[in-house]
């Protein structure tokens, strides 16, 4: 991991989602700009309408002056949404996790609370992450096909957020769930069968806390294909305890891919629902994946402890 120190960040977006981790934000505009405020600094928002939101921001982006760091205030979709935008530039993306799962905060090691988070404005470093294309598709944490996506589209289908209304989907979906057989072509080799799903990692864990891709990062040029092939209901529980201690590899019934590059085709099928940080997709079957190596500054805690935060 490389990771450098940078300059004071002044001029700050903070892009907000109404809606995520059905968390009530009625105050939050007026908490951040309050808190930048007494500390010398000016906040400027945008709010995501769950339409079109990237076009809007990339516009906001090319037509502003320049900004010294953009926030996303919500959930890996609203991450995601801002790191596509930022993805190439100078810009480093802050993160105020105010989402369901938070994945990529966690990850980060990105402080859960919103007065720490916003600490980073003063004291941080900048990490520059690889990010990927499924699909033609921008994606910067976890994709997946299979198990997982079938649940994000129903979750994404339902009006309600938050992690209970995900678990109710997943013990629900499980009972009907009949996994599909892949092929997957990498540039490390290749590998068919069936798969109860298989994510597609470039970082670790997801917002539900279930360590997928144990042990890599999100900056090592690499992306990992993390494959849990069909299991007995018998399995399940010492399957869940190694997803949920970072012992991924220890399964009988997983199996790691490392690769730069890959191409998956799902038997029989012309289309696949692709599950792209958090946001479910149907896209033209195969898959191809590729990574921009170093393509997103991302602010990021201080690997050792500085300057102390300014008080009001
Ligand atoms: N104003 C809005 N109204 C309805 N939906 C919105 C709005 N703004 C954004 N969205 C939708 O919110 C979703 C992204 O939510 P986000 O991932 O940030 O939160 P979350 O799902 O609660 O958290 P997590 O991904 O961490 O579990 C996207 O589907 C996006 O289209």
């Not at 109404?18 to 000016?42: F, H, V, W």
């Not at 916003?118 to 299979?146: C, E, K, N, P, S």
Request: glycine share 10%; aromatic share 8%.
């Amino acid at each position: 991991m490389q990771t450098f120190p940078s300059g004071q960040l002044k001029r700050l977006l903070f892009v907000l989602n109404p809606i995520s981790g059905d968390i009530n934000k009625s105050q939050l505009r007026a908490t951040i700009t309050a808190y930048c405020a007494e500390r010398g600094r000016r906040a400027e928002f945008f709010d995501t309408t769950g339409d079109q939101d990237i076009i809007r921001l990339r516009t906001l982006l090319a037509t502003d002056s320049p900004l010294d760091a953009v926030f996303a205030a919500g959930g890996d979709g609203t991450v995601s949404l801002v790191a596509e935008a930022l993805a190439g530039s100078t810009v480093p993306l802050g993160i105020l996790p105010l989402g369901s799962g938070n994945g990529m905060a966690k990850d980060l090691a990105i402080p859960l609370t919103l007065n720490e988070a916003l600490g980073l404005i003063w004291q941080h470093d900048i990490r520059q992450l690889d990010t990927l294309r499924v699909g033609g598709r921008f994606t910067v944490h976890l994709a997946d096909m299979g198990f997982n996506a079938c649940v994000v589209q129903r979750f994404a289908e339902g009006g309600v957020r938050g992690p209970g209304a995900y678990v109710r989907i997943a013990t629900r979906e499980y009972a009907g769930y009949q996994p599909a057989t892949y092929q997957i072509e990498t540039d490390n080799g290749t590998w068919q069968g069936k798969a109860f799903m298989l994510t597609i990692a470039n970082a670790n864990t997801f917002g539900s806390n279930v360590v997928i891709n144990p042990g890599r990062a999100l900056d090592d040029g690499e992306f990992e294909i993390c494959l849990i092939a069909p299991f007995p209901g018998i399995a399940v529980p010492g399957l869940l305890y190694r997803l949920y201690t970072s012992n991924f590899d220890d399964s009988d019934y997983t199996q790691r891919l490392s690769c730069h590059r890959a191409r998956i085709t799902v038997a029989g099928a012309r289309q696949v629902l692709v599950q792209l940080d958090g946001e479910p997709y149907m896209l033209p079957c195969p898959v191809e994946i590729s990574l921009q190596p170093c393509s997103l500054r991302v602010l990021v805690p201080p690997a050792t402890a500085g300057a102390r935060l300014p008080r009001p």
